[in-house]
């Protein structure tokens, strides 16, 4: 299992209850630029969601299109089984019409021309071989079908409250917990690279854009956030009394922060494509 997974099967409660509702308005924004393709209630459409985590567009998409067939795949068994869990608590029992599938995006067990629309969301920077996964993506597609996705665009905008949690742990001369290396393909450089990657898969009619996600955090939970989910490696690597000094001073500088501090913003680039045999 690659380390990616590990990680995710790990944190698959914390990621539905903390991350995944910051990507979400985001994330949904895909649902629209493939509705074009996706006529009246889904009849006869086959989606796949790639890298579908808890099954946001998996099941966004299951409850817009009601009479379409969805496939969320994931290379997490963690993931999905919170996805399956919410798909439950959403739609009661979607039956055969949403289904949920272990499989890397890179080798999807899936048959050539099995979809007619793909989408993804924040997934495609994790990949570990971004060019075999869209060969992929193309591959599962019809010809004339239609990927759309969004992740992530390099970035170094400061946001004030993650480097107050740095000071602490430097101040406490805490190091950065052990991680196994990840091989990633990484945030896209710019919205043309990204565009021009699409098209060297093999992509035709590319259209990419980019957006600013905005997450306003809540600082009085912003020091759970840490601790729960984006942090959490840090604080399980830190005996109680040592944990209780970072929580205190964390707070105390988080509290001198005004509230538009915590106002979060990360450029992301969404794309929509086509296969190109249509
Ligand atoms: C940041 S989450 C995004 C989940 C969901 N699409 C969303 O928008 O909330 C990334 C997901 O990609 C999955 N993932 C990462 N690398 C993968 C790969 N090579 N193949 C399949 N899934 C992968 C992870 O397991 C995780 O569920």
Redesign the pocket.
Known sequence: M?S??ER?NRS?DA?LGW??PI??PT?LGVLDLVSSSIPGDGTGVRLL?????????AIAAAERWTAAQITG????TG?LAVARREARRRLGRPGERLDFVA????RMPFADASFDVAV????LQ???HRPR?LGEALRVLRPGGVLAFVTWLASDIPFAPDEAFDDVLDELGIADPDEPEEA?AGDFASVAAAAAQIRRAGFREVSAREQLLVHRYEPATYLDFLEHYAERTTFAGLDEATARDVRAWTAERLARLEPDAFVWRAPVVSVRARHPAG
Do not use: C, Q
């Open positions: 690659s990616i997974a995710y698959a990621y991350w995944g990507l979400e994330a969601d790639i890298g579908t985590g808890t099954g946001t567009l795949v994931d290379g997490s993931m499989g890397l995006a890179d993804s969301s924040f997934v994790l990949v570990p996964a990633r």
